[in-house]
Structures are given as C-alpha cells and as structure tokens.
C-alpha cells in the first residue's frame, strides 16, 4: 500500500490556474469558438469555411455524465480550467442519458431544467474560444413502445444502437431525439445547435461499430440472423464454410451504411452542415476500414490498456496492464495509424492511457506528439471529468478515467497542447499506404484480419493509413516512398514506388524495407528498435524505453532512472523515478532565443492506501483514499542558454511561484540545475525559467 513517507509526498488539487502564470495556456484559443463560420473536411484535414486553405486542429477532452448539466458558477469555472489547460474543444459525451424524459410514453423529449444548465455551459465554452463535438446516441433507454420487436426486456446501450439499423420504430425513436435535440435554441447564442458554427462534429451514434454491437443481446443477434438469412435467399448465394464470413461482413456493411444513410439524410433535412461520424471503435480491424468509409470523417478511439473488470463491472478487483507505452512501440496511439483513411480527416474522440499506471503521464506526451507527425485533425481525451463531484469537490480517490483532480496528468495535458495544438511537432511528408480497393469485403484472397503490425511501426517514421478507393483509380497519397497491398489486384497495377505484400514476420518485414533503401539508418535500428521520424524530431527506443521529441519550441523526454537523453537545448539525467520531462519556449520562440520557458517534471501519482496484489501492480484490489501522493523524482537538467541572466523558479499547480532555484554555471556556458520534486517544502512539478531583464519589466 502507498502512502506519505521519503518517497510519497502528499500533494494537493490546485484548479484555479494564477491568470498569465507559466500554466495559463488559454493564449492558445482564438475566442468566440465559431467566428470563422461553419468547419468543412479539406482532404486530409478540417478547415473553416471562412479560412480556405488553412488546416485547423482542435485539442481537448470529453465531460461525462452530470458534468454536462452544472450550475452557472461551476460552468464558468470549469470553462476557465480547460481554457488555461489549452483545450479549445470539449466533446460532451453520455449526456443523452440525463437529458431525455418522457414524451407520451417516447423517451424521446427533452428535460427543459437540464437543458438550460447545458445550454449555459455550451456558451461558457464557446465565449472562451472552445468549440464543441456530441453524439446524438450514447446511452438513452429506448420504451418499450420504441423497439416492440424486443418489448419485454431490458435492452443494453449496444443492443439498442445495433437496433438502430434494422427497426424503423428505433430509428424513428433516435430521429425523435436528434430534431428535439438539434432544433433547441440556445438562449444564451440565441443560436439552434443544428445551425451553430461552434460545433465541429457529430457522431450519429457513438461507438456504434456493427461487427460488434450485433452480439451485445441474444434476441439483438437473432433479429440479424433473420435479415441475414432473408439477404441470402434473396441474393441467391450459396454459403458455405469458407465464404459465410465474408457474406456477413457484406450484409453487416450494406445494413449500417443504408441506416447510416437515413440518420444523414434526417440530419441533413434539419439544416446541419458539419461533419458527421460512426463506427468509431475497433480501431485496429481491417474489415471495418470500408464500413466506415461512410463517414465523412474517420473518428476513432483507443486506450493504453482499458481496465478489465476481473468480478463485477466498475468494481475492484481491476486487471491492468502496467507497461510502458514505449514497449508496445506508442502503444494505443499506434493502433489508429492504419486505419486512418487518407483523403479524409482523422479525428479521435476517445483517447487515454489509463490510471493506475506507472506510466499514465507518457500518454500527454506520446500521444500528441505522433498524433501531430500523422498530422490527424483533433485529439480528444477521455476523460476530463465523469461526474459533477469531480468539479465541486477538490479531494479526491484517483479515478480509472479522469483527470481533473490528478494535478499531474493536467500538467502532461499542457504537454501536449503545445506539442500538438500549437504545432511544435511537424507532420511527415513520407508516407506508407495500405491499399484496399472499395470491393474489399467481395474479395476473397483479401485478409480479414486485423491491420498489421508492420504499418504501426511505420507510423513512428511517416503518416500511415489505408488508400480506399477502386482499384482502377489509383492517386497515392503524396510523399509515398512504398505501397502494402492486402488484395492480389493490386499487383496487376504499375505505381510509381514499390509495392509490397504483407507477409511474414514484422522484422522480416522492415529488415526488407530497410536493404531496399525505403527506410533509412538514420530512421531505423534493428538492435535497439530505434526508430526515429522523418522529420528527425522524433525518436523512440524500444529496447531503452525511451522517447525523445527535439522541435525548435519545445523539447520532451521520456526515460527511467538512470537514463540520459540530449537534444538540441537540454540534456537531462535521470537519477531517481519514472521522468517525464518536458520543456516548451512560452513567448513563442524558438527555445534557444526564447525569454520565458515552461518546464515540466513528471513522475506518477498514487491514492493514500491504494492496494494492489503484487509487486508487479497489475491488479488492484483497492482504491485507496484521499490524499493524493506523488512519488519523488530527481534530474539533472543541463541547458544550452544563448542568452546570460536567467532566473529559474519552482512553481506551484497554480502556477504561481514558490521560490527561486540555483543555476551552476558550466564551463562550456551552458546552465545546469538539479530538479528534485522534493527539494521544496511542497512537492515541485513546474519550473517558470525567466531572463532577469523580462523579469523585471512584468514587474509591477
């Protein structure tokens, strides 16, 4: 069990962030959310309809729940906390479960007294420069009245989203709630949500991925069966052991996309213009890529290891999976490289390296950073709160989910906003498509797997993602050095680069990449599974554990007690715990010109009495309480300053300043300091670094 000692200190929830303070990132956004019109998908990315031709990305976190439905005070505040994290998009998820009442004996109306505490909200975000993503299905129960076929019955979330797709009554239930929905005016706009240019997406139904959702209830299945059987005989196919999971896959597909279809067309009719999505799970299977095609972006979701309830669900016992994301070689964000789809943008509304990890804080660094080289539209965290407890009340358990109320994940978040909002880490041109031709599920020599391991490695040098399109139609996405193919037609096709088939071991597979001079030394070491982006700013070892991105902003480290990393402006040793260190120019210049630095140092966070089974930490048997400790941490920062006088202080979670630290002058002019997270009455996570002449000017 953890508690206060030598190597856990208590630490305390600090929200409200000290306005211009080295934490205060809300400089990021650009206020009122929606002043350039309506956003429109450009190829590969998002842009506004009033800035053609201008990329935009969007980075923030999803509020569950009751979150979604607060006092106006507490609104307000928790719109000032995710504007200072940097955050200028937040996704209000699960709301539809607290929102629908009764309507006649539909569950399909509106609570006027929630909707108003959500409307307030909505506008506290938008006035601080946050835009906004729903789903128009999460977790609403549907009457008896609303799906007869299954009337007498409970009928679980995914049940009644697969139900969606083959009822009319369902459907009409879900387009009873969308109008209701969609056709409010916000009083505090003025503006319907079906006409609000702040709104940047709309997941028709959340996590509705089909392959799946069809198991989730026996009778659910059944129903399916039924239609599966009518398609056959309709179709006149003879099915057979080797081809009946294919034809499932193809009726599956037909099914969605022509409910897809009529959820669009409804949607559409109301007047909404934005971007709309499904089938955002199951990220990492080859035969939903052309399910999803529908959509006119690609969402998806992910995590670094989802908790597995070893009893009952959301109750301890809890198994999870307490390894380094740099193992698994980015783990969890390197499941959605190939199942981006290039030609359409990628966003990712659930994203997460899950608590109780030791390495919970490597996500705010990994994911933004290969999340920018793949050059991907919006990153979404889930989450940042899942109940309204977790706004009002400041001490808390640690939570599987959340981070408001864990101060250090809301220090990687700032990590990750300047890496990948503000756009400190560049996107690859090099590229490595999947083909898959659009009659994918018809073929029969195609894999129906899931995507291969080869392409999730090849994302740590270049964007990956799969090119749907007829195989008669060939347009690689630009800067393609190689192709994979899954399909034997593809290899009837000349292309301009090499073709390869996906075969074999995945080292086998980089070994031939690499003699045939399409990866290169500098990108990839076989022996120390090195492999380093193409724009050289990023670089993960496996075999070390460890990640360094080196821009000209910003610089991230990621190693183990002792451990050494350099880039072009710091050198950090790690001389005791789990670092994660970060550092990031504040002014906007480059780190070696720049008079104002962020620096954060990283370590893990644990509840007071949290139990868990072995040494190992890979179930736990008890949460704990509050208060939260952190363990200590200690390295040796050196630092290579082109500019003299420079003052370094030790802040708090606020960021406001504790106290002043030392520089040592080293003989090559370089700055060095040693960072203990101890070394302070209160235990120290953030650093302001400041010239003395700026210092002195912002003084009052």
């Not at 039924?226 to 193809?250: G, P, V």
């Not at 593809?490 to 990866?519: C, M, N, V, Y």
């Not at 260190?581 to 370590?603: C, E, N």
Request: aromatic share 10%; hydrophobic share 40%; proline share 5%.
């Amino acid at each position: 069990m953890t508690g206060a000692n030598d190597q856990w200190r208590i630490i305390r929830d600090i929200r409200t962030i000290k306005n211009g303070s080295i934490l205060d990132l809300s400089g990021l956004l650009d206020p009122p959310a929606g002043k350039y019109g309506f956003i429109k998908t450009a190829g590969d990315h998002l842009e506004f309809e009033r800035l053609p031709g201008k990329a935009v990305r969007f980075y923030g976190a999803n509020i569950c729940n009751d979150v979604n439905f607060l006092e106006r005070a507490e609104a307000d505040h928790l719109a000032d906390v995710m504007a200072k994290i940097g955050y200028n998009l937040v996704r209000y998820h699960h709301y539809d479960l607290w929102l629908a009442c009764d309507d006649g004996g539909r569950n399909t109306g509106v609570d006027p007294e929630r909707f108003a505490r959500f409307d307030y909200l909505f506008a506290a975000m938008k006035k601080r420069g946050i835009y906004s993503s729903i789903d128009l299905f999460t977790l609403r129960k549907l009457s008896p009245a609303e799906r007869p076929e299954i009337a007498k019955k409970e009928l679980s979330a995914d049940g009644t989203k697969a139900l969606f797709f083959l009822s009319d009554t369902a459907m009409s239930s879900w387009e009873e709630f969308a109008e209701n929905f969609l056709c409010h005016i916000n009083p505090y706009t003025g503006i319907a949500y079906k006409d609000e240019p702040s709104l940047i997406s709309i997941s028709l139904v959340n996590e509705d991925t089909i392959v799946g959702i069809v198991n989730a209830d026996p009778d659910v299945r059944n129903l399916y069966e039924q239609r599966f059987n009518k398609y056959i005989r309709e179709q006149k196919i003879s099915l057979t052991a080797e081809n009946k999971e294919r034809y499932w896959l193809r009726f599956l597909k037909e099914t969605y996309e022509q409910g897809y279809r009529r959820m669009e067309r409804f949607v559409r009719g109301l007047g909404v213009r934005i971007p709309l999505n499904g089938q955002n799970n199951i990220a990492d299977s080859l035969p939903e890529i052309p399910i999803r095609n529908v959509s006119d972006l690609i969402d998806l979701h992910v995590y670094w290891h989802h908790p597995v309830f070893l009893n009952q669900p959301w109750c301890t016992p809890v198994a999870v999976n307490n390894v380094s994301g740099i193992s698994g070689y980015a783990g969890g964000v390197n499941e959605l490289f190939p199942a981006r789809i290039f030609g359409k943008p990628l966003t990712v509304s659930e994203w997460d390296y899950v608590n109780p990890s030791r390495y919970v804080n490597e996500g705010g660094i990994l994911f933004p950073a290969y999340a920018a080289l793949q050059d991907w539209s919006a990153l979404i965290h889930f989450q940042l709160a899942g109940w309204a407890a977790r706004v009002r009340e400041r001490e808390q358990n640690l939570a599987l989910f959340d981070m408001l109320g864990d101060p250090l994940r809301l220090l990687s978040e700032r990590a990750g906003a300047l890496l990948y909002l503000r756009g400190d880490v560049s996107p690859a041109i090099d590229a490595f498509p999947l083909l898959m031709t659009t009659r994918y599920l018809e073929d029969d020599t195609a894999d129906l797997g899931q995507t291969p391991e080869i392409l999730r490695r090849l994302g740590l040098i270049g964007r990956v993602g799969t090119f749907l399109a007829p195989a008669e139609n060939i347009c690689l996405p630009r800067g393609s050095r190689t192709a994979f193919a899954l399909q034997n037609s593809w290899f009837e096709k000349q292309l301009d680069i090499p073709l390869k088939r996906l075969s074999g071991k995945t080292e086998k597979q980089l070994a031939e990449l690499f003699a045939d001079g399409i990866i290169t030394a500098a990108e990839y070491d076989p022996v120390r599974q090195r492999f380093s982006s193409s724009t050289g700013e990023l670089e993960l070892i496996q075999k070390d554990r460890t990640f360094r991105a080196i821009t000209p902003r910003s610089e991230a480290f990621i190693l183990e007690a002792g451990r050494k990393l350099e880039g072009k402006f710091a050198r950090v040793e790690n001389r005791q715990g789990n670092g994660v260190v970060f550092l990031s120019s504040r002014d906007g210049l480059p780190l070696a010109q720049s008079g104002r630095i962020l620096i954060l140092h990283l370590t893990e966070t644990r509840n007071t009495n949290q139990k868990f089974t072995s040494p190992e930490m890979t179930v736990f048997e008890s949460w704990g309480e509050p208060p939260l400790v952190a363990c200590r941490g200690v390295v040796h920062l050196t630092l290579a300053c082109q500019k003299p006088n420079f003052r370094i202080y030790a802040c708090d979670f606020d960021g406001s300043r504790l106290k002043e630290l030392q520089f040592k002058n080293q003989k090559d002019g370089s700055l060095s300091v040693e960072l203990d997270t101890f070394a302070s009455s209160k235990p120290v996570f953030v650093y302001e670094m400041v010239r003395e002449a700026e210092e002195e000017e912002e003084a009052p």
